[in-house]
């Protein structure tokens, strides 16, 4: 039963991340926070490294705290949480740093329509 619990709480985390990113996004980022996620659309630094990556620092220490709590006060339903955040965090920074804004050269020659497409409707 523990095993069944384990793997709702992670999926569930995972889809829960998906709404706070969204909601994040549209609420946090392009309000109050503004001046942090600003240079993820108007680059205004010749670093790699941009303020909006703060948002990426946060959620990996959510998700180590989460890791934390299941080891150091044994309490098992924070280890799903803990890597349903990474877990989302991965998959995220695969699909949006990576795939659509090329932060790194490893997919850049994913050239099809689909590709395109999902490119295209993220501007």
Known sequence: MQ???WIIIFLATFL???FNA??????IMHGFLWSLHKDHHQKDHKSWFERNDAFFIFYAVVSMVCWYLWGE???WYFLPIGIGIMAYGLAY????D???HQRFKWLRNIDSKYARGVRRAHK
């Open 93 to 96: 920074f695969i699909v949006h």
């Open 3 to 5: 095993v069944f619990l």
């Open 16 to 18: 829960v991340m998906e």
């Open 73 to 75: 006060k044994n309490l």
């Open 98 to 100: 990576i795939f659509i």
């Open 22 to 27: 969204w909601f994040t996004h549209k609420y």
